[in-house]
């Protein structure tokens, strides 16, 4: 009985890999293609630059600081205390702008994970929709140097992944 039973699947399990159905998607290009990506982008643009600006002004401070800083390290009227006071103004202003630069890249990190995530749930919808009105076992992100080989019956389903989204 047991013999029965391993070769029934030995011999069913060739069959069911012809039955199989692979496909590729290209993600990249279905992801630029969306307008919530360039809205996105816009949006990390505007962001980042308002990062820049606020950082331009903390860098400015420190530098303005250390030119001060010149100006009374060689005079020999000016007390050492008054130095010290100085030099450890400039290293606090310092430390609070790369904290400052720090807390920008995290936000600026947080709100593209944001901002993409309903992006990437559209486009695995998509694919999941495509992949179940196709029969297909497995779609894989056709991405350079991802796949090192694709047959002749694998499908490319980007184009209906793109249909699906109305691009």
Not at 56 to 75: C, P, S, T
Not at 111 to 118: C, D, F, G, K, N
């Amino acid at each position: 009985m047991f013999k029965k039973v391993i070769l029934a699947v030995a011999l069913a399990l060739p069959f069911s890999a012809f039955a199989q159905k692979f496909g590729t998607i290209d993600l990249e290009s279905v992801f630029q293609a969306m307008p919530e990506t360039a809205a996105m982008q816009t949006q990390l643009t505007d962001t980042s630059k308002k990062y820049e600006e606020e950082f331009a002004k903390l860098q400015e401070e420190v530098n303005k600081l250390y030119a001060e800083f010149q100006n009374i390290q060689n005079d020999a009227n000016t007390p050492e205390s008054i130095k010290e006071r100085r030099i450890q103004e400039i290293q606090e202003r310092a430390q609070k702008v790369e904290q400052f630069r720090n807390t920008a890249q995290q936000d600026l990190a947080r709100l593209q994970e944001t901002l993409m995530a309903p992006i990437q749930s559209k486009i695995q919808d998509a694919v999941k929709a495509v992949g179940a009105e196709g029969s297909f076992t497995f779609i894989f992100p056709h991405e350079e140097g991802l796949l090192l080989y694709t047959g002749n019956d694998v499908v490319d389903v980007t184009p209906q992944v793109r249909a699906k989204l109305g691009l």
